[in-house]
């Protein structure tokens, strides 16, 4: 077991890693995971670390604290010693509701992301740990701490389309669903009984199949070229200190492959995970979502502030495609339980719900981490999201019901502001009476 010390805002975590000692193994289906903060990888060390760009902060950047801002009507506020006033874009209702949430199930592990993918402004950045609860939002919804999982299967989707692999592509299989072997990608007409194209591999999460596309279409070079497109190994810009995803891609085909598949080698962080949502939900543009809405200083004068460009990660075609594929996620793949109508789950309104799963468990501690990434409504996307869960063997809720908890509570608050505004525009039309 490998123990290492990680540095946040003056905060030191003690982050086990038992990654030596235990066997990583995916699973199809429904997320089944658990988590304790972690950095994984197949090999026993810690990622290397890498030099960072020397990057100018303003003074005001380095006081933010989500523990310190106060609801101020709809806004949330943190004001500074000096009179600065810091007004975030966090809906404080929807945060207060997002971490009730994960604290009524007791959730050892979890981060809830939600932004609008038009403007980038984050509504809700939660985070909760029954195990540790000094353990936030700045830590667990910024920190890579869990491996990405099947989730890494939308880069490698656009990346194959983007190679110009059609999504109707078909590839017949056997095995794979919970390692991927050499004898998984070697075609075996007596064995590979089974056959599914790219679009449903996607959306029922097959290994084999994504594993043998990415063998047959993706070099080491272009699958380290759509990492860096999507985010991986670069600087995240955001107003509070975000960990460097990272994506290390093996020279060897069989090691690619397993990558490629969501297997290891992979570590995002909740808002990594929704971005990557967020740049299929914009049409292929990547948004970099933002959390201050405005500062203001004592004098009354307001600072300019900084916005990401928006790059263009991929083409509109190819985000149309990963729609259809992240939509049938919800309808007949991994997450449709999740999203099926049922009087005990929270109602969600009549909205089309694109997504994608990720699991990834392992031994010595048992670890199972969770996750749902996706946007919503997914034919006019309004929010992109993430759920990371990390349960114990004996779970009480996966990734894909918190995140359907949180996109119920986002559209009855969306709901509830069009009647209130169809109600406000009746009213003089009806005292001109």
């Given at each position: ?5 990680i540095k946040r805002r ?211 070079r272009t699958m380290r ?71 203001t200083r004592a004098d ?134």
């Amino acid at each position: 077991m490998i123990a290492f010390l990680i540095k946040r805002r003056g905060l030191l975590c003690l982050l086990l890693a038992g990654l030596g000692a235990g066997a990583v193994t995916a699973h199809r289906g429904a997320p089944r995971s658990v988590a304790i903060p972690l950095v994984t990888g197949r090999s026993a060390a810690p990622p290397a670390k890498r030099a960072r760009p020397r990057v100018e902060v303003p003074p005001w950047r380095q006081r933010l604290s989500l523990g310190e801002a106060k609801a101020v009507g709809d806004r949330l506020v943190q004001r500074l010693d000096d009179g600065m006033r810091i007004e975030y874009t966090l809906n404080p209702e929807m945060q207060a509701e997002a971490l009730d949430y994960l604290r009524r199930f007791r959730v050892p592990y979890a981060a809830l992301t939600l932004y609008r993918v038009d403007t980038g402004e984050v509504l809700v950045l939660a985070g909760h740990s029954a195990r540790d609860p000094a353990l936030g939002a700045e830590e667990l919804a910024l920190s890579p701490w869990a491996p990405a999982a099947s989730v890494y299967k939308v880069v490698t989707a656009a990346s194959l389309i983007e190679r110009g692999v059609p999504p109707t592509t078909s590839v017949c299989y056997h095995g794979g669903s919970r390692q991927l072997l050499q004898e998984h990608l070697t075609d075996n007409p007596s064995l590979d009984r089974s056959c599914r194209d790219m679009a449903t591999a996607v959306a029922r999460s097959t290994n084999a199949v994504i594993g043998k596309l990415a063998a047959r279409y993706l070099d080491r070079r272009t699958m380290r070229h759509w990492a860096t497109r999507f985010g991986f190994d670069q600087p995240i810009p955001f107003a509070l200190p975000v960990q460097i995803s990272r994506a290390r891609i093996p020279s060897s085909a069989l090691d690619r492959a397993r990558v490629a598949a969501g297997f290891w080698q992979t570590e995002i962080s909740a808002l990594h995970g929704a971005v990557i949502a967020g740049v299929v939900a914009d049409g292929g543009q990547l948004r970099w979502p933002h959390l201050v809405r405005s500062v203001t200083r004592a004098d009354g004068r307001s600072l300019e502030l900084e916005r990401a460009p928006v790059q263009r990660v991929i083409g509109r075609r190819t985000s149309r495609e990963l729609t259809r594929m992240m939509t049938r996620t919800t309808t007949e793949g991994t997450a449709r339980k999740a999203f099926e109508r049922r009087a005990q789950w929270p109602p969600l309104p009549d909205v089309a719900v694109a997504g994608k799963t990720g699991s990834l468990s392992r031994q010595q501690p048992y670890l199972d981490y969770s996750w749902f990434v996706g946007f919503a409504p997914a034919d006019r996307p309004e929010v992109a999201f993430a759920a990371l869960l990390g349960n114990p063997p004996r779970w009480r809720i996966k990734a894909a019901a918190a995140a359907r908890a949180l996109l119920s509570r986002y559209f009855a608050r969306q709901q509830r502001k069009r009647a209130l505004h169809a109600a406000a525009s009746v009213r003089p039309a009806l005292e001109g009476h």
